[in-house]
């Protein structure tokens, strides 16, 4: 999107609580990857779902320094729980500070490794999933939570515009490829249906076909 649309979104957004704008001001000023954390008004994006929802139980795919998790807790249920992968372990420490000062950090479970492993230990119904972690796993994280999604629940995956890189002809480097990919695995699959908003980088919907 372009930096002036975006700009202008936000001013006509609601504000984030001060926690969360803490943790989304501190990776901006501070972080060698802040473009990597979701923005001020995916951000509120994410919170209004997660409200509108009201999940049991979250899995996000890529904590990074805890904004988006925060955001989504927001929604939870009042017995729900937010389970998030974070493969990196400076990233994790950093979060799961801010996870500690949250009014939610009893119901937000922080794991540390590789998601293509954890993910089948934890045994959960997902009512809600974001997944916004590296680009070539997108097709493995998504075949496999969609067995353990609920009936009603939502995927959220984001970056499925990668800034533009999809619309290229052909379309070059390994993490433009991988969201084509994806892109294209989930409309040929039949037990779903999907759309793409296209705020900030893209973020596509998936619910199981009812």
Not at 73 to 92: I, K, Q
Request: one cysteine or more; a negative charge.
């Amino acid at each position: 999107m372009p930096p002036e649309i975006e700009a202008y979104s936000t001013t006509y957004c609601s504000q984030l609580s001060p926690l969360i704008n803490e943790v989304l001001e501190h990776t901006l000023n501070n972080h060698p990857h802040a473009h990597m954390v979701s923005g001020h008004e995916q951000g509120l994006l994410l919170q209004f779902l997660s409200r509108m929802i009201q999940p049991q139980r979250i899995l996000e795919i890529g904590t990074f320094t805890g904004f988006s998790g925060l955001c989504m807790a927001e929604g939870l249920a009042a017995d729900g729980e937010l389970h998030t992968l974070e493969l990196r372990e400076e990233d994790a420490t950093t979060a799961q500070a801010y996870f500690n000062r949250s009014s939610h950090k009893e119901k937000i479970h922080l794991h540390i490794g590789d998601a293509h492993q954890i993910i089948p230990t934890l045994n959960q119904q997902w009512d809600m999933v974001f997944i916004d972690a590296d680009k070539p796993g997108y097709i493995d994280y998504y075949n496999l939570v969609l067995p353990n999604l609920s009936p009603n629940g939502w995927i959220l995956a984001d970056n499925v515009l990668f800034h533009g890189e999809v619309l290229r002809q052909p379309v070059t480097g390994k993490n433009a490829k991988a969201i084509a990919a994806f892109n294209e695995h989930v409309k040929s699959d039949n037990r779903v249906e999907q759309m793409i908003l296209t705020v900030r980088d893209g973020m596509m919907l998936i619910r199981k076909r009812m």
